[in-house]
């Protein structure tokens, strides 16, 4: 029997297939296309820098003895190299870089802040016990009579105008040179260093030494600066002269306490505030950082100085930010309907001149507009003839952020909302049409919402970033107009600025309470976020 391609007229010779009729060779599983110059070009330039970045990063860990974060440093690092080094895990190539930025920039952070709300980290209370000590004790250094003086000179290892300070000063008894810091003070070798003859240091290996106008401009840093010393703490006298003098406050480790030798008076440390007590109830204002539990969180909704104007702050925050969303909702949905209709013409010019407000950077328009409302050269006094006070009364400066707010979000909903109606099939308005519905019936039962299922996620992810919208406030108003008996909590506050005032305002920087209140706000938006997508994955179904 013969085959078909073997029959009458059949032009192929035998054994041999016919051109184009092979089938392509498949690539195997073991295969893999081969790394082009380029390709490894930019595969050792990645993993060079990972590597210099790793090495960057592995002094430090070692200085400070944190063997835990230098294991996990060199364990990431041993497992980036053999990802991209082998051909296998292609599609971890793709996943890790994402998971890293996600851990570094998202994770770790949002931790941090949990790990900082439950402690009294703040102004004051930022290194641990032994730190707070030396600093009490350097701080209360007087001169007495009797104390060494020494020949003085100011250096810095970096620029002469803002590097780190240091001390150079020569004992008049035997001629040693030491240098000293903020962490202590120690001998150089006489070949390090160049003396005057007066015994002053001119010259010493790795410093600059500032001349007379250098220190003179940083003549606070100077007398700021205190050298710890066994006998107390040196401290400068001028910008030529050092002393040595005694420290009036001590730690006592009997008592765990510093005791004051001119007054006699006594601070005990109290471990749950993390500072030195005395029995009156006074504290010294240096403290370390302590674990404080629920203490911030607490302090939010028992303390009557805050949480009366935190509740009523939240009340106004919800209210700007639904306004805010919803204002520029309608007013971009309404402008959005208007150049959709197919009788308008021009309409790509409209959208131009409609978008100019989102080109705009945003913290320029707001101070604009805060220039704008200026009661007496404000462009909206003077081009209506009013005489409004618009930062002035609590109602108007609302109204006033509230449509500046209008002024630069609308654009936005007006770009989706354009969007979302020409995805929209113009034969279901027209369907609706046909049944006799009006113009207003067809938009509310076919047209809202559908546009709904579209922009809702916009919408929630809009709320959310009024909710925290620090710009629009802090630029305008900065919270204003205040009240007299609180003039830390303003009428136009969110809980955002609020917050910063709270915790760096005029009492020094909270952070431990500055984080609380953060993951109040958090837990907010997050159960908004939450609520409101699950009616939208609802309405999506009804709307399928």
């Not at 996990?72 to 190299?81: M, S």
């Not at 998971?99 to 641990?128: C, E, K, M, W």
């Not at 040179?177 to 015994?199: H, N």
């Amino acid at each position: 029997m013969s085959t078909p391609s073997s029959g009458p007229g059949s032009t192929r010779a035998p054994g041999r297939e016919p051109v184009g009729s092979r089938p392509a060779k498949s690539r195997t599983a073991g295969e893999h296309t081969p790394i082009t110059l380029t390709g490894l070009g930019a595969k050792v330039i990645l993993l060079g820098l990972v590597a210099g970045i790793a090495i960057w990063a592995a002094f430090p860990l070692v200085e400070a003895e944190q063997w835990v974060g230098l294991a996990l440093l060199v364990a990431t690092t041993a497992g980036l190299f053999y990802l991209y080094l082998t051909r296998r895990h292609v599609p971890a190539k793709y996943l890790v870089p994402g998971t890293l930025f996600l851990i570094a920039f998202q994770i770790v952070p949002v931790l941090y802040t949990a790990s900082t709300a439950f402690t009294n980290f703040g102004d004051g209370h930022r290194g641990d016990k032994q730190g707070t000590i030396v600093a009490i004790q350097t701080a209360s250094v007087e001169q007495v009579p009797g104390s060494t003086e020494y020949a003085l000179s100011v250096a810095t290892e970096g620029d002469p105008a803002t590097g780190p300070l240091v001390f150079l000063v020569t004992d008049p008894a035997d001629g040693a040179v030491s240098i000293g810091d903020a962490t202590g003070l120690r001998r150089l070798d006489a070949d390090e260093v160049t003396v005057a003859p007066g015994g002053k240091v001119t010259a010493a290996d790795g410093y600059t030494v500032l001349n007379f106008g250098q220190a003179s401009a940083r003549s606070q840093e100077i007398t700021d600066l205190v050298v710890p010393t066994a006998g107390g703490a040196l401290r400068s006298s001028g910008l030529s002269r050092a002393y040595e003098g005694k420290a009036v406050r001590a730690y006592d480790a009997a008592c765990d306490c510093v005791r004051d030798s001119e007054t006699g008076r006594t601070w005990t440390a109290d471990e749950s505030t993390g500072s030195f007590v005395a029995d009156d109830g006074e504290r010294l204002a240096q403290g370390w950082k302590v674990g404080v539990g629920l203490r911030n969180f607490t302090r939010v909704l028992t303390d009557p100085n805050i949480s009366g104007p935190f509740l009523g702050t939240l009340v106004w925050n919800f209210a700007f930010a639904v306004g805010s969303t919803g204002g520029t909702f309608m007013l971009g949905t309404f402008v959005a309907l208007a150049l959709h209709s197919p009788r308008m013409r021009g309409t790509n010019l409209y959208r131009v001149l409609l978008i100019l407000p989102y080109a705009m950077p945003s913290f320029a328009m707001l101070l604009v507009w805060r220039d704008m409302f200026n009661t007496d050269f404000g462009l909206i006094n003077n081009l209506f003839g009013l005489g409004v006070n618009w930062f002035g009364e609590q109602w108007s400066a609302r109204a006033a952020v509230l449509l500046v707010q209008l002024w630069l979000g609308y654009p936005y909903m007006f770009l989706v909302a354009t969007g979302a109606l020409q995805a929209i099939p113009r034969e279901l308005t027209e369907a609706t049409s046909v049944d006799g519905a009006s113009p207003w019936q067809s938009f509310r039962a076919v047209t809202l919402p559908l546009l709904l299922v579209a922009l809702s996620p916009l919408l929630i992810s809009s709320f959310a970033y009024n909710f925290n919208n620090f710009n629009a406030i802090y630029l305008t108003t900065e919270g204003g107009p205040f009240p007299a008996d609180n003039p830390s909590n303003g009428a136009t506050d969110l809980l955002i600025t609020y917050t910063y005032r709270l915790a760096f305002g005029g009492q020094g920087a909270e952070f431990g309470f500055a984080a609380a209140i953060s993951l109040f706000i958090f837990a907010i938006v997050a159960v908004v976020s939450a609520v409101s997508f699950r009616r939208t994955r609802k309405q999506e179904e009804v709307y399928a």
